[in-house]
């Protein structure tokens, strides 16, 4: 079983930053990527960020230029640097993983809330 700790959350003001941080309990090499996702209240989850075992990278349109995914391999961890925050990015923010290997399972971390609120 894969465990994925995120850390990193909390209260900040719009145009503000904020780091956060998924630490996986396996090599980061055994997964095809790792990604960041979020939930709003009343809404459904979607892709923040991906970053696959090469290091391409995906965002989505709404965080382009202003979210930056990267990962310390040595570390096992990936990151989310979230820099001129706006209220609309509050949510909880969840890190996910995809096996290498089939049945290719998907891993998801417990969440952490990120707000943005002045």
Known sequence: Q???VESGGGLVQPGGSRRLSCTTSR?????????WYRQAPGKER??????SRAGSIKYAE???GRFTISKD???NTVYL????????????YY?????SVPPFQNYWGQGTQVTVSS
């Open 27 to 35: 090599s980061i090499f055994d997964f095809n990527g790792m990604g």
């Open 2 to 4: 894969v465990q994925l």
């Open 95 to 99: 890190c996910n993983s995809i096996d």
């Open 81 to 92: 640097q979230m820099n001129s925050l706006k209220p609309e990015d509050t949510a909880v």
């Open 46 to 51: 979607e892709l923040v960020a991906l970053i």
């Open 73 to 75: 391999n040595a570390k």
């Open 62 to 64: 709404s965080v382009k």
